[in-house]
């Protein structure tokens, strides 16, 4: 696995596709975009699944914390891995201060969440944690105008 600040796999892309994140319903063209461009790469029903959730909690992370951006979903193919799928959320909001930290279910870049925090924080912290568990390699890159989270995940996991 690996994790952190650094760029995604250098591979080549087969079938993409790009969806604008602006407003809350963009989850769920995302989720659509997402399982269908897993099922043409040949990834089973399930897996496919977890790839549309990886890209929704990816999304939403763009409009909670990121303002406003884009989601793209790439077919891959790595002469040593095979097949894959890389889920990328560009965003215009500030860089991670801990991205480590921010992976852990329950705490956000600062650390463990207060139990009396998480009523009314909208989210209990487990979206990058559920990332990570759906993936095989994520991470996040600088941009020029903000930051991308990227994950990828191979058909032949392990
Ligand atoms: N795109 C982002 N830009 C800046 N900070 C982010 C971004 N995505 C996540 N974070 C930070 O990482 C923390 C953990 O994110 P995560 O998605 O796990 O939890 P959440 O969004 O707070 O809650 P949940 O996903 O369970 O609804 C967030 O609380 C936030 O501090
Ligand atoms: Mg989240």
Redesign the pocket.
């Given at each position: 696995m690996s994790l952190g600040k650094g760029a995604p796999p250098a591979v080549a892309s087969l079938d993409r596709v790009s969806c604008p994140v602006e407003r809350d319903t963009d989850r769920f063209s995302v989720q659509h975009e997402a399982r269908g461009l897993a099922e043409r790469a040949g990834f089973p029903r399930l897996a496919a699944i977890e790839i549309a959730i990886v890209a929704s909690?990816l999304t939403?992370?763009v409009l909670?914390y990121g303002v406003r951006g884009s989601v793209v979903v790439e077919a891959i193919d790595d002469p040593a891995r095979g097949p894959g799928v890389k889920v990328t959320a560009f965003d215009e909001g500030p860089p991670f201060t801990d991205f480590d930290q921010a992976l852990s279910d329950g705490s956000d870049e600062n650390g463990p969440i207060s139990v009396s925090r998480f009523a009314n924080r909208g989210?209990i912290?487990s979206?990058?944690g559920a990332v990570r568990r759906l993936s095989d390699a994520c991470g996040w890159t600088p941009e020029p105008r903000g930051k991308s989270v990227w994950a990828v995940r191979w058909l032949r996991r392990g």
């Amino acid at each position: 696995m690996s994790l952190g600040k650094g760029a995604p796999p250098a591979v080549a892309s087969l079938d993409r596709v790009s969806c604008p994140v602006e407003r809350d319903t963009d989850r769920f063209s995302v989720q659509h975009e997402a399982r269908g461009l897993a099922e043409r790469a040949g990834f089973p029903r399930l897996a496919a699944i977890e790839i549309a959730i990886v890209a929704s909690e990816l999304t939403s992370n763009v409009l909670k914390y990121g303002v406003r951006g884009s989601v793209v979903v790439e077919a891959i193919d790595d002469p040593a891995r095979g097949p894959g799928v890389k889920v990328t959320a560009f965003d215009e909001g500030p860089p991670f201060t801990d991205f480590d930290q921010a992976l852990s279910d329950g705490s956000d870049e600062n650390g463990p969440i207060s139990v009396s925090r998480f009523a009314n924080r909208g989210g209990i912290a487990s979206g990058l944690g559920a990332v990570r568990r759906l993936s095989d390699a994520c991470g996040w890159t600088p941009e020029p105008r903000g930051k991308s989270v990227w994950a990828v995940r191979w058909l032949r996991r392990g």
